[in-house]
């Protein structure tokens, strides 16, 4: 039992290595991606202390050369999901009575792992997944998670630490409860800090989770489960499967102990499980926690004061790191005319020194999308533009999936501030540029406020002060994570806590103590140590 109140390492951000030529980090993960490339992994799912395999095995193969195969994972049925709820559930009692210290300490030690001994292994396991390149797999697969691990214990913590008054006569507690019954995490593909934080997250606070990782991550989710496992954390409290979305969600959704949904995906995903949830709310013992971050149609608006070199290379780098597979990519862009001759030559001048190929070649800026799905549908919005009167591909717009899913990165110019791509999210490497006048300032400020229904990042570039202020006041319900002087993708935790509004999510702030109070269910202590031994007040008494 806790015989005192421990202060957890203080947080520092992880420092992202860069890789250079002769570099000891870049010889080590160049060995270890060659080592994977090589293999066929035989992935299990992982349901409390068994790794359970199927007759269903189904191939992974790194998107930027579809043809080879790097691992095969076991796919699981509706039967798998039930087992994992039951493992959950039996391994509850035990994990959220634990200590919190203990279940810190799990998290620390994944974090000092991670940092160290698994750091080339979680950078390549990434870039073969989702073909980063190294810097991308860096700063997400290992320096974000481990800020993720480190930054919510003291965020947990801050939350303990947070008690009531106490008048004299009575002690006022506040105890911080897990949720009771177990909570669903449903994660996407391109980001393995935030596959791993969701259920992480959670489970730190004393819940248990089924995670259901998106198919085309489940190479690098593979590592995260063997890495937790590494680090102590229990079996039963993270379960992973690999199951067809209404398979899991006819047995989730049923259930009388499901407990909360932490989630990262599509709008359209997210409302159809909110309104599943909403139609089953008599079957559940408590309300149900939804926690769910969606999509963006993330904006650079330019105003004539701005530099023009450095809104250039934020149009450049926001709009195609990791091919523009980021919810925070910069998709749309407004350009006043006298800025852009020289901003469009700069972009272009940047955007064709990319080199585009395999992440193993640490020359390629650019690789490949993350699936045939994927490619089809942003190839199809390329089409549409070269057939469109009102818009034109300025930069790129060829595309080629004979080995990888290749696309360049592309640049369209258009007329209609309500072009098709000005409003619909893409996910991948296409930006949309409208020029506007520049005495079009206020009317240009309202597109960028209504075009889109999300509100997730947005970046503002100026050099005059009142312009920030204005533009900062008029879209303050736009973005959740707002930008000036600088591009809308790379929130750091502890930094930038990362979430938005509209239809992009409930703008819960992972990497902030926000997103974890949403996994605890409070519980008032009132002691009284000289109770009342009389009904009777004062105010009673005879005149």
């Known amino acids: 039992m806790q015989k005192a109140f421990f202060q957890v390492p203080v947080p520092e951000n992880e420092p992202v290595l860069n890789y250079a030529p002769g570099s000891t980090e870049r010889?080590?993960?160049?060995?270890?991606?060659?080592?994977?490339?090589?293999?066929e992994l035989d992935i299990p799912m992982y349901i409390g202390s068994e790794e359970v395999r199927t007759e269903d095995k189904r191939p992974l193969s790194p998107p930027h050369n579809h043809q080879h195969v790097i691992g095969h994972y076991s796919r699981g049925t509706a039967a798998h999901v039930q087992q994992a709820i039951d493992a959950a559930l039996e391994a509850k009692p035990a994990w959220e009575a634990m200590s919190w210290e203990h279940r810190a300490a799990i998290f620390l030690k994944a974090a000092d792992l991670l940092s160290g001994p698994w750091r080339a292994q979680m950078n390549a396991g990434t870039m073969l997944a989702q073909s980063k390149n190294i810097y991308q797999a860096e700063i997400d697969a290992v320096a974000e998670l481990c800020d993720f691990f480190r930054f919510n214990v003291a965020y947990m913590q801050q939350i303990y630490e947070d008690q009531p008054y106490s008048p004299p006569g009575q002690w006022n507690r506040m105890e911080y409860?897990?949720?009771?019954?177990?909570?669903?995490?449903i994660t996407p593909f391109n980001f393995t800090s935030i596959a791993a934080n969701l259920p992480a997250a959670a489970a730190l606070m004393g819940n248990v989770c089924v995670w259901k990782p998106a198919d085309s991550q489940?190479?690098?989710?593979?590592?995260?489960m063997e890495l937790l496992k590494e680090a102590g954390l229990p079996d039963g409290v993270i379960n992973m499967v690999y199951v067809d979305g209404p398979d899991a969600g006819d047995v989730v959704f049923k259930h009388p102990e499901f407990a909360g949904l932490h989630f990262t995906g599509s709008t359209k995903v997210f409302q159809h499980l909110w309104k599943t949830i909403g139609e089953n709310i008599h079957m559940y013992k408590s309300y149900p926690r939804i926690v769910g971050e969606t999509g963006g149609k993330d904006f650079i608006v330019i105003h004539p004061s701005a530099d023009a070199d450095a809104a250039a290379t934020a149009i450049s780098r926001g709009a195609f790191e990791f091919q523009g597979q980021?919810?925070?990519?910069?998709?749309?862009?407004?350009?006043?005319?006298?800025?852009?001759?020289?901003?469009?030559?700069?972009?272009?001048?940047?955007?064709?020194?990319?080199?585009?190929g395999d992440p193993a070649d640490f020359r390629n800026f650019i690789n490949a999308v993350i699936d045939e799905r994927a490619f089809d549908k942003i190839s199809n919005f390329i089409d549409r533009v070269k057939e469109a009167d009102d818009a034109e591909i300025a930069i790129g717009g060829n595309y080629d999936k004979s080995k990888g899913y290749f696309i360049e990165p592309t640049v369209v110019m258009t007329s209609n501030p309500k072009f098709l791509t000005m409003c619909e999210e893409i996910f991948g490497p296409v930006v949309t540029i409208?020029?506007?006048?520049?005495?079009?300032?206020?009317?240009?400020?309202?597109?960028?406020?209504?075009?889109?229904?999300?509100?997730?990042?947005?970046?503002?570039f100026s050099q005059d002060r009142h312009v920030i202020d204005q533009a900062s006041r008029y879209l303050?319900?736009?973005a959740g994570n707002y930008y000036i002087n600088d591009k809308p993708t790379g929130a750091v935790v502890g930094q930038q806590p990362f979430g938005g509004g509209r239809a992009s999510g409930t703008n819960d702030k992972a990497g902030s103590y926000l997103n974890l109070l949403r996994w605890v269910s409070p519980r008032t202590i009132k002691e009284t140590f000289v109770p009342a031994k009389d009904y009777r007040y004062p105010f009673l008494d005879e005149e």
């Not at 010889?27 to 293999?39: N, P």
């Not at 409860?177 to 995490?185: N, Q």
């Not at 489940?218 to 995260?224: K, V």
């Open 27 to 39: 010889a080590e993960v160049k060995r270890v991606l060659a080592d994977l490339s090589e293999q």
């Open 177 to 185: 409860r897990a949720l009771e019954g177990f909570v669903f995490c």
């Open 218 to 224: 489940i190479y690098s989710a593979h590592f995260i």
């Open 326 to 356: 980021k919810c925070s990519a910069a998709s749309r862009v407004y350009l006043p005319a006298s800025l852009a001759d020289h901003i469009m030559e700069k972009v272009q001048a940047e955007v064709e020194s990319f080199k585009m």
């Open 434 to 460: 409208f020029t506007y006048e520049d005495d079009k300032w206020e009317e240009t400020l309202e597109l960028v406020n209504t075009t889109s229904p999300y509100a997730l990042t947005g970046a503002i």
């Open 476 to 478: 303050q319900h736009a």
